[in-house]
Each structure stands twice: as C-alpha cells, then as structure tokens.
C-alpha cells in the first residue's frame, strides 16, 4: 500500500512517498519558498534520480503539492489512486487531540482550537491537510501530533506553578515536542534490546536544530524538556530554553524591549548561535573548539553541560535507566556531544566506548559491555514512524 506523508510549514511542503507496511521510501522532497517570487522543489526517486526545479513559482501549496503529483506520476505512481492514504505531521494537539487520528470535520475544527498555541505552524499544517483532501478526494487523513506522545505525562508534570486558572482557561501547561521521534526511537531501542518496552526506563535525546530529551517508562513519556512551545529545556540552535522568565522583565524594564524583540531574542538570537556569536550549526562550533576558539567552547559546554543536567534529572524521575538513546542531526553526527556528555554520567554507571562512538548517522552501541546503562545512537526517522501509525490507523 503507497501513503504518502506530508509536513506543511508556512512556505513549505515536506513529502515522502512510502510502500507499506516495508517502509520502502519510493520518493521524497521538500518544496520552498511557496507563495514567493520563485520557488524551489527538489526531488527524488528511489532509483537515485534527482530533479531540481528552480524556475517556477509556486503560488499556493496547491501548486506544490501538484508539481510534486506531476513528478510522482512521471515514473514512481502509474496513477494517483495509487496513494491509498495520506499521514499529516502536525506539530501541535492541544490537550485534546492526545492520538493519532482519521480526519473529519470535528478533527479540524479542534486542531484550528489549537492555533493559538502554535500560531507558526498549525495553520499550515491545516492548510496541508485541506489540500490533500481537495487534490486526493476519497482517500483518507490521517494526522500524527508531535504532543500526543507527551500526553501521559502527570499533572505535577506539565503543570507550570503559576495561577491554576491560567490552565483552566488559556490552557498553558507543558506540553512537549518531538513526540513522534523520542517515541519511534525509545520503541527501536526496546526491539534491539530484545525486551518489552513495559519493562524499560529509557531517557530518548533528540539533539537537532531544536533539541529535547524526554524521559520514558514503560513505553510512556513521563517528562520531557519542551513546555508550552518548543523553547524551554535545552541550550538550541537559536533558542535559548530554560531562562529565569525574569530575564525577559528585566529587559522589558531597562531596555525598552517589546514582546515582539523579546521573541526575536529568545527565539532567533540565542541558544549556540548568541553564546558563541559565530553559527547556530555544532559542525562549525566543534570545528572552532577543535582550533582552540573560546567562543565556540563557552557555547558547546553550556550544551553539553544542560544536556547533563537533564539526563540527570530524569534519572530521578525514572528511578533506574536501563537505555539512554542520542538521536537526531546532533545526536546521530557528534562524537563529541555524546563523549563530553557520557563522560559527566558517571553516576550512573556510564561507560562510552570512544572506539564505538566515532560514527555518523549510524545505528550503534557507543557503551562499553561493562556499562551499568546501554548507550545507543539511533537515527530517527519521524516520516517513517508517521507512515506506520497511519498505515495501523487505515489498515484496522
Ligand atoms: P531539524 O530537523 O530540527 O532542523 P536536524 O535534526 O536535522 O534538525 O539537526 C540539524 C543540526 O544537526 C544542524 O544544525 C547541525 O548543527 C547538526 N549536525 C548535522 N551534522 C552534524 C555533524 N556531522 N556534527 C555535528 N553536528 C551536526
């Protein structure tokens, strides 16, 4: 069975086609710059064949998602019933879209509820799936919510200590991210080690360009660094996650700062890139501490030093830790973020295995045999995870 998911952002439109259940990508890309002066669409086939339009524009995700229906039926599909469903990544669910679930009307209106809490993403992941419905009439939507994963977390959990009727009401409240990756890696980690996951404590880090690291039990988020938005926890790219939020009153007050530039600042102009005021990219960073730059060091060891912090913290939450699993750009390509973090989690009976640990990208056991908790990198693959659970969803 061919699916095909899609991931809309507000001038982009991510897809992969995929045969179920194998898994088999027969086809993948991205469109950009939708509804700017020229757009781009790259493509590719499973036989290798890549095409790169740079010429054409792409007015509405309409016009993408029928550029790239075009290039499907140039050799991947002989006809567009082919595609037998279509898995949507929408990053937020709010409190009450806590599954992944077949789409209708009462399924958008509620994820159009959520807008406020994701003003960047939800609408265009409500445009995604609008338009799917209109070029593929008849097949089915399927949506997979980043949050859902999170939604098992306890109220002490994800409830910030500010006056309760601001969750009553406004529905502020933790809610996490990365739910579809910390979830598809902590269930591949449960298959290597040849358990159950309803026996296994297992602390999942998902380390890109955004970052955050969740604490599993039992197969079941109980914690996980991301509150209300994706900005709290980890030192990231551009954002700079935990802050006393009396940094931003500070600011309001001495500096005239408004709303707007406080979320410049905390959202684009911190994290790696305000640290070390050279790149939010770790590639460029540990090539800087490699030569010796002391702005790059004070970035990668502020890093390095919350990603500690973390693990330890949901060490407690957990009482033991069976796994800790590194996964995303971050986690799957740096040796060195792993090293420097492994080697603080002595504590709990860590060993890295240095030898093991210089790999990219590549499904490996980075922990000495003699080490008290099993330390893995495993690539995640969210596109894949959204494809399973719609196939489970359409198939049942
Ligand atoms: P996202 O999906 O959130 O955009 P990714 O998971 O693709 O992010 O991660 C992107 C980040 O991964 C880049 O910003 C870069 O810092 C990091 N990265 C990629 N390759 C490497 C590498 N070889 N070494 C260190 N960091 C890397």
Redesign the pocket.
């Given at each position: 069975m061919k699916l095909l998911v899609l991931n809309c952002g507000s001038s982009t439109l991510k897809y992969q086609l995929l045969e179920m259940p194998k898994g088999d990508v027969l086809a993948k890309g991205n469109v950009e710059r939708i509804g700017e002066e020229i757009g781009i669409l790259k493509h590719k086939t499973a036989d290798g064949k890549k095409v790169e339009i740079t010429d054409e524009v792409f007015a509405t995700h309409e016009d993408g998602l029928n550029r790239v229906f075009k290039l499907l039926l140039d050799g991947t599909l002989k006809s567009l019933d082919e595609i037998k469903a279509v898995g949507h990544r929408v990053v937020h669910g709010g409190e009450k879209l806590t599954k992944t679930c077949l789409v209708d009307q009462s399924v958008i209106d509620e994820i159009e509820n959520v807008y406020p809490l994701d003003p960047l993403h939800v609408p265009a992941h409500v445009l995604g799936l609008k338009v799917a419905t209109k070029l593929l009439p008849g097949v089915p939507n399927v949506t997979v919510f980043d949050t859902s994963f999170h939604q098992t977390i306890p109220e002490y959990g994800y409830l910030y200590a500010i006056p309760y009727n601001y969750y009553t009401e406004d529905h502020i409240r933790r809610y996490g991210a990365h739910g579809t990756s910390h979830q598809f890696v902590a269930n591949r980690m449960a298959e290597i080690m040849n358990r159950d996951i309803k026996d296994l404590n297992i602390i999942t880090c998902?380390?890109?360009?955004?970052?955050s690291i969740t604490a599993v039990q039992g197969g079941k988020s109980v914690d996980t660094s991301m509150g209300l938005t994706p900005l709290e926890g980890l030192c990231m790219?551009t954002r700079c996650g935990d802050i006393d939020p009396a940094v931003l009153t500070y600011l309001g007050r001495t500096k005239g700062m408004n709303i707007e530039e406080l979320d410049q600042l905390i959202n684009k102009k911190s994290g790696?890139l305000g640290l070390s005021q050279i790149?939010?990219?770790?590639?460029?960073?540990?090539d800087a501490v490699a030569e010796g730059n002391p702005a790059a060091k004070r970035a990668m060891d502020v890093f390095n030093y919350r990603i500690v912090k973390y693990i330890g913290a949901y060490s407690m939450v957990l009482g033991h830790v069976d796994a800790i699993v590194f996964?995303?750009?971050?986690?799957?390509?740096?040796?060195?973020?792993r090293s420097e973090v492994c080697k603080k989690l002595g504590l709990l009976g860590v060993k890295i295995d240095e030898t093991a640990n210089d790999c990219?990208?590549k499904e490996r056991k980075i922990s000495t045999p003699d080490s008290k908790v099993e330390v893995w990198v495993i690539p995640?693959n969210e596109e894949l995870a959204i494809a399973q659970q719609t196939y489970a969803l359409v198939t049942k």
């Open positions: 998902h380390l890109g360009s955004g970052s790219g790696l790149s939010n990219d770790c590639r460029v960073l540990e996964t995303a750009g971050i986690g799957e390509n740096s040796p060195y973020v990219h990208g995640t």
